[in-house]
């Protein structure tokens, strides 16, 4: 089966650091997602890992342990527009489609001023 | 280049009918995936094409299909609805060789 975890909401301060967590348990791995969906949008693409390490790009950085099945999205220098729900997704080859992607249920940021 | 576009944005039936959505991909882009979005259940996948084919199928019934045409543009079907078929339906696509998927703006249906 696959079960993807993340926290269901987390409140960060405005200029703050906030780690939002995914850990995952699939049949299959072959890469990891992160997508931020503000309310009523479409979720927009942020980061992918598929080897171990940390990516950065900008103000958001990801991390992935692949043997930990374990991976966070980094938010730094926080503003009130990255108030949104972040999604962690896994790609499983194992699912048959070289596109399906798992989705976890979706972290809401809250940041206050 | 315009982005993913999903038509209607809003649909509103009663039970018992059939929908039909549209998606239409980045140019360039041949591969869409289908996804259904609720609050209880998050988003799951529903099927995928590429060059017209269905490569795979999510734990849906048979109640929702789909296709792919020529021009890579999709449509996804829905017949005799349930009131659990609200949901938002997304639509993604994906240049060939590339991970990232890129998701349309989504159909809000809701099912009276």
């Known amino acids: 089966g696959q079960n993807i975890d993340q926290p269901t909401e987390m409140t960060a301060t405005e200029g703050a650091i906030v780690q939002i967590n995914c850990t995952y348990q699939?049949?299959?791995?072959?890469?990891l997602f992160w997508y931020q969906q503000h309310a009523g949008e479409a979720p927009t693409f942020l980061s992918y890992n598929v080897l171990d390490g940390l990516e950065e790009k900008g103000r958001f950085s990801s991390f992935l342990s692949r043997s930990k099945g374990y991976s966070y999205l980094l938010l730094k220098e926080l503003q009130m527009k990255d108030s949104a729900s972040y999604l962690c997704a896994v790609r499983d080859p194992s699912s048959g489609s070289a596109r399906q992607l798992t989705f976890g249920s979706g972290t809401q940021l809250t940041v206050l001023p | 280049k315009a982005g993913v576009t999903q038509t209607p944005r809003y649909l509103i039936k009663t039970r018992g009918q059939q929908v039909t959505l549209s998606c239409s991909p980045i140019s360039g882009h041949r591969s869409v995936s289908w996804y259904q979005q609720t609050p209880g259940q998050g988003l799951q996948f529903l099927f995928e094409y590429f060059s017209e084919t269905q490569r795979n199928k999510g734990n849906f019934p048979g109640r929702f299909s789909g296709r792919q045409f020529s021009n890579s543009r999709s449509e996804m079907n829905v017949s005799t609805l349930e009131l659990g078929d609200s949901a938002l339906y997304l639509c993604?696509?994906?240049?060939?060789?590339?991970?990232?998927?890129?998701f349309g703006p989504g159909t809000r249906l809701l099912v009276l």
């Open positions: 993604a696509s994906s240049p060939v060789g590339a991970e990232t998927q890129y």
């Open positions: 699939t049949s299959g791995f072959n890469g």
